[in-house]
């Protein structure tokens, strides 16, 4: 049961193990049981029949009988037998050491007993347990729903998930020192200091300074949180659906599609201690509730989010972020002043507060409001207006309020119409690209800013003099290249000027064409050593390049699409957005109507490689099947090759050998146009697999040594075949050629930086050190695995690979040998490895075998 997911079959359904006092939480234990039925779980509590049997060895028996343990705690330490040292309640907490536990403490609690208090101190410190708080029955039962799904969704183990750390990991580095907000920064760090607070939101209308001051809170308190802090963006997601998918993107955490993103999100945050910072939610504020259950599921995880409205659900401490202070004893030393004062320094080295200008400063802030992009807009013109006259043009244009909406606050038009005060200072040329600028999402190179530029323009100079002004922000790329974004609230300006302009078709046209065309020339490169490197730069793209497959479906062309899905399925795959690709390849399957025979062949190849990657393999064999004769009928030899041997596979994992023959013969036809390349080595390694399934050891050899001959530089074909081979090998007894096959694996797996790959290899690394007596580091290493793991990060090898022979000893087994204080040790050792730690541990030399050791 350990080494695969759980099957819940009517008679083999999991047993949950509840205590709690009968008494004093009657109605709590009702609602745990009724939360267990509701999962098709089994609930044992003692109450639930009479035996004739003394009461300790008949719970004894229970939880020997019990996969999981629930414990429920108030104010009673419960009964002590006759006899007896400690209370049933206590001794059953121990017992089920072996088992997950989830614990749950009823608060307040003024009178409870100080030997619960002491166990229970000691059981949250020990921090091998799931541990919460609640208040009443209907919150706990919430809880314990929560909590059961997600342990459920997870590799069932007797070993608890652990944390992989890597502390500040995201979160981007403020680009200019905070002015002014120092009791802000103070109030918002004590409420992150605060265990209590599982949610602070900053709320304020667009430029009053929420980032910036969310970016300096987390700089303050990150050290606080041991697995440091991670960061999302959320300004280019406006469909609250997609908030879990966004989520996961932006903190690097892989989904399948098979399962919901909440479910990886809350594996992988679950045991962390982590500050999360996210940014710009208020277009997804209906999906609030879905952050709430995140961080219910998260105890150890503080969100730090800002928003122009509160998400409004439980725990959830909202700090309005007021516009700077105007007003001082001097003139120009308010923190409003200081901020223009600042930004024109930036803008102009030779910028000097004088007695001259003094007041036009201290006037320019305040008639800005204390609004931070407004006064950092107006710095910027000091380039080439003096404070009096960039204070005369805002008086002229800001005097237009009187006339402007009035139901629009006075900020956020104050804010607009500082905006648009800049563009008008712009050039005409100048204008046209910042028009241009709004067809981006996210970041862009200068590439694609030329490509959208106006024909016959160069665009240096616009977009020296955009930055100048402060309306783009050039931030750093992948390997350092710059790259160009606008704030949120610009870029919808923007926007509206490029649709205004009646350009919006065109640009988009041409936005589209340009990142199609990008896909397609780094695509040869996708699976080579370069690989990192190209994948870090489609992280940086994916919101455009989403924009240009949603441009291609709006205006039917489904071909273009495909184009842009096939250049990348590495990228969909390798880096978590299983889901999302699974998303728009039914788009394009929904438009087939549009395509070519071979077209539809790609695309039912490509969407079953997406739901074989995702656990789905009805669904993958439902689209591989008739991908097939297009693919044959098209000249797609190598890509009707993979599909067969495919679907033959799957075939004969559901025991249909007829079937699986009559494909393998088509295989066999196939062979001589599989060519040589990543589609020619995962055919023979899938042919490598159905022979080692069948005994066929020969053939198995052959096949295994042509996929690691022809998968050349592509590295996902290696990763499959350097596992197989070591499963080849294990089963044989060669363990040191094993070990070689998992450590080049492993090799390829850290230079790619899959976790979920990494994670496989060193779970069977540390099974092999169980047979060659290295135990202690056998655990380190299975921590260090455990520690990788979430319910969709190593997926995709499971859609290439068989499960993993277990050859030595299990968990039990090796806990038995250590002793329990040693093998907890080892455990806390691996789960604070950390990946590159964890890589040297299992390249490093091994001590010889015990005598003895198998």
Not at 121 to 131: F, H, K, M, Q, T
Not at 316 to 332: M, N
Not at 825 to 835: D, H, K, Q
Request: charged share 25%.
């Amino acid at each position: 049961m350990s080494e695969q997911s759980v099957i819940l079959t009517p008679d083999q359904r999991l047993r949950v193990f509840v205590s709690s006092s009968m008494t004093e939480l009657a109605p709590e234990r009702q609602a745990v049981g009724a939360a267990v039925r509701r999962l098709r779980l089994v609930p044992v509590m003692f109450e639930q029949g009479a035996r004739p049997h003394p009461p300790r060895d008949l719970y004894r028996a229970y939880l020997e009988q019990s996969q999981i343990f629930i414990g429920v705690y108030g104010e009673s330490y419960g009964w002590i037998a006759p006899g007896a040292d400690r209370s049933g309640l206590a001794d059953e907490l121990d017992l089920a050491r072996p088992l997950p536990r989830l614990i749950y403490v009823k608060e307040p609690a003024p009178r409870r007993d100080p030997r619960l208090e002491s166990l229970l101190e000691a059981v949250r410190c020990a921090g091998d347990v799931s541990y919460r708080r609640f208040s009443d029955a209907p919150e706990l039962r919430s809880q314990v729903e929560e909590d059961l799904a997600v342990l459920l969704s997870e590799r069932f183990s007797p070993t608890p998930p652990v944390a992989w750390a890597e502390p500040g990991g995201g979160v981007p580095a403020a680009l200019n020192p905070l002015v002014g907000r120092a009791d802000d920064l103070a109030a918002v760090d004590a409420m992150l200091a605060d265990d209590h607070v599982p949610l602070v939101t900053l709320i304020g209308p667009g430029g009053i300074g929420k980032t910036r001051l969310a970016l300096a809170a987390t700089e303050r308190a990150v050290d606080r949180f041991p697995d440091g802090a991670r960061y999302v963006d959320l300004s280019a997601v406006s469909d609250p659906e997609l908030l879990g998918e966004a989520l996961a993107r932006g903190m690097g955490v892989r989904t399948s599609g098979s399962v919901p993103p909440a479910a990886d999100i809350a594996s992988w945050l679950r045991y962390k201690r982590l500050l999360l910072v996210v940014d710009n939610f208020e277009q997804l504020t209906d999906a609030a509730p879905r952050v709430a259950e995140i961080l219910r599921a998260a105890p150890g995880v503080t969100a730090l989010v800002t928003s122009r409205a509160p998400l409004r659900v439980a725990g959830e401490w909202v700090y309005a972020v007021p516009p700077l202070p105007t007003t001082a004893a001097d003139p120009a030393t308010s923190p409003a002043a200081q901020l223009f004062l600042q930004r024109a320094r930036a803008a102009s080295a030779s910028f000097a507060l004088t007695p001259d200008n003094a007041a036009a400063v201290d006037e320019i802030a305040r008639r800005l409001d204390g609004l931070p992009l407004a006064i950092e807009l107006a710095a910027a013109r000091t380039v080439l207006l003096s404070p009096a006259a960039i204070l005369d043009r805002l008086s002229d244009r800001l005097g237009l309020l009187t006339s402007g909406a009035r139901d629009m606050p006075d900020r956020h038009r104050t804010l607009r119409d500082t905006i648009a005060w800049s563009y008008n200072l712009l050039g005409a040329d100048e204008r046209g690209l910042f028009n241009r600028f709004g067809v981006f999402a996210g970041t862009c190179d200068f590439a694609a800013v030329e490509a959208v530029a106006e024909p016959h323009r160069d665009p240096f100079a616009g977009v020296e003099s955009l930055v100048e002004s402060s309306l783009l922000v050039q931030r750093a790329g992948p390997d350092g290249e710059p790259r160009f974004t606008m704030l949120d609230t610009i870029r919808a300006f923007a926007r509206e000027k490029l649709r205004d302009s009646g350009n919006w078709a065109a640009v988009s046209a041409t936005h589209a064409e340009h990142y199609l065309q990008m896909t397609k020339d780094i695509a040869p490169e996708l699976n080579t050593s370069a690989a990192p490197r190209l994948l870090r730069r489609l992280e940086f793209e994916h919101d455009n390049v989403v924009a240009a497959m949603e441009w291609f479906h709006a205006h039917d062309d489904p071909a273009a699409a495909l184009e842009i899905m096939w250049a990348t399925w590495v990228f969909w795959w390798r880096t978590g957005h299983v889901e999302q690709g699974n998303r728009y390849m039914s788009q394009i399957l929904a438009r087939a109507d549009l395509l070519d025979d071979g077209q539809i062949g790609m695309a039912l190849m490509l969407a079953g490689g997406v739901a074989l990657v995702s656990g789905q393999s009805d669904r993958a064999e439902s689209m591989l099947e008739p991908a097939l004769p297009r693919l044959r009928a098209s000249g797609h030899g190598p890509l009707a090759a993979l599909a067969a041997v495919t679907v033959a596979q799957l075939a004969l994992e559901r025991g249909e050998q007829d079937r699986a023959d009559r494909y393998l013969r088509e295989c066999h036809k196939l062979a001589p146009r599989a060519g040589s390349g990543w589609e020619a080595s995962l055919f023979h390694s899938r042919l490598a697999l159905i022979a080692m399934r069948q005994g066929r050891l020969d053939d198995a050899h052959d096949n295994l040594r042509a996929a690691l001959d022809k998968s050349g530089t592509d590295q996902l074909a290696m990763v499959v075949a350097e596992y197989l081979f070591a499963i080849y090998a294990v089963t044989q007894g060669r363990i040191d050629e094993t070990r070689q096959h998992l450590l080049n694996g492993l090799s390829v797996t850290t230079a790619a930086g899959d976790e979920g790959g990494l994670g496989t290899f060193l779970a069977a690394i540390a099974d092999l050190d169980t047979r060659t007596g290295d135990l202690e580091r056998a655990v380190r290493l299975a921590a260090a695995a455990q520690a990788l793991h979430t319910p969709s990060n190593e997926m995709w090898m499971r859609g290439f690979v068989s499960p993993w022979p277990t050859t030595g000893l299990d968990a039990a087994a090796v806990r038995a040998q250590l002793g329990a204080d040693t093998y907890g040790t080892a455990w806390r050792a691996g789960e604070r490895l950390g990946t590159q730690e964890a890589v040297r541990e299992a390249i490093s030399e091994r001590p010889p075998p015990e005598e003895g050791a198998t």
